[in-house]
Structures are given as structure tokens and as C-alpha cells.
């Protein structure tokens, strides 16, 4: 299915009920061609689903600036579903998502991408953490993944400082990498050292515990 503007602008708008678009195999298309827009309003609570169940693939695309708008008015919440894990992708010259208060959902299966000029890569991806082995110096590595977990290796806490290097595919030199432990015995301090095309060094020490802890670290980037 496709839905063009070819300049005036597309509005498709939500009374109460719900609206869902769903892509059954050939793809969903939502193409502002003409500059006008293309705006996606929940206007009563119902919830807007775009929802891709074959694999076809999901594409909102603004190709002359006109903006696309995804508007939760009513806090029925904004969701974006891929169910066959491929991926999904937002491109556009502007884009705007608005949560009235039902929350904002990317429950993909692979990963979620949203793509503008200013932020090109901002990523989400669940399940579990990537094990180190050997030792708390051995690389690790994550694959394409732009957001992950990584669980280094048993061993003794020190404040002596260690690096570690993350490779993956997805990392550029001019990545931003945020850093949070999501469990730990000891605490500890985490610095990004040095990013390079496919790597990060990871450095970290203990605050002064000196347990034995297998710490898991959560990362994402913004590229």
C-alpha cells in the first residue's frame, strides 16, 4: 500500500477508536514527495500502530522537508512494532514525535534506527549481555550492535585502572558512547578512552572495593 503527497500535505487522523496500518508482505509506504507533510494524529486515546507483520518493511519518508509528524494527543501512546525482526528506519529532514503521555515503543525484534541529519544513529536493541572471557583486558565483541551489554569477566575489583576494547561494526571515531552499569558488587567508575572506526576502549576501576564481581555494563551509542 502507498500513500503519496504529491504537495498539499496528508493527514490521517484517529477519532477514538484506533488507527492501525498494517503491511502483510508487499511493504507500508508513507512518502511526502510534494514538501507538504505527512502528520499521524491521535487525537482521542485510541493509539497509533504501524505494524509490520510479513517483513515487508515499514518506510516514513520526508524527501523535500515538509516534516513528518507522529502526535500522541491523548496519551493513548505511539507504537512501532516489527514482529519479523528485520529492522526498522526513520528518515527524514525533520522529524517530529510527540507523546501526550501513553508512552513511546520501539518492541523490535532486531533494532530500531532513527536517522535524521543531525543525529544519524540512535539505537536500541534487547537481550542479554556479551561475555568477556579470559580476562578484564580481552576484547570483546558486539557485532553490528549499536546498543548492548557487556559482562566482563569474574575477577577481583582494583582501582588500578583497566581498558578494555569494545569492536563492532556500527562504531565510527566521531561515536558518542554512553556508559551505565546495570549490576555490580563493587562500585565503579566507567570512561570512554578512545573511539575509532569498528571499536571503543572501555577503562574502568573500582571506587576502592576489592570484591570479586562479574560487572554487566549497559552502552549505546549516538552517531
Known sequence: MRIRDGGAGINI????????LTETGSGLYLNGNGGGSITLNDNASGGIYLQDNSG?????????????????????GIEISDFNGSSITMSAFGMEIVD???GFYFPSGDEAWVTDLAVQYLGFQRGGPVVQTTSRTTAINIGAAVAAAVQLVSAAGTTAWTTVRINGSSFTAAANVILGVRSATNKYLLHVTETGTGYFDLTFATTGGTATDSPIINFTIIR
Open 13 to 20: 487522523e484517529e477519532a477514538g477508536g484506533s488507527l492501525s
Open 56 to 76: 515487508g518493511g515499514i518506510w516514513l519518508r520526508d524527501q523535500f522537508g515538509g516534516g513528518i509528524w507522529i502526535q500522541d494527543n491523548a496519551g493513548g
Open 100 to 102: 501526550g503521555g501513553g
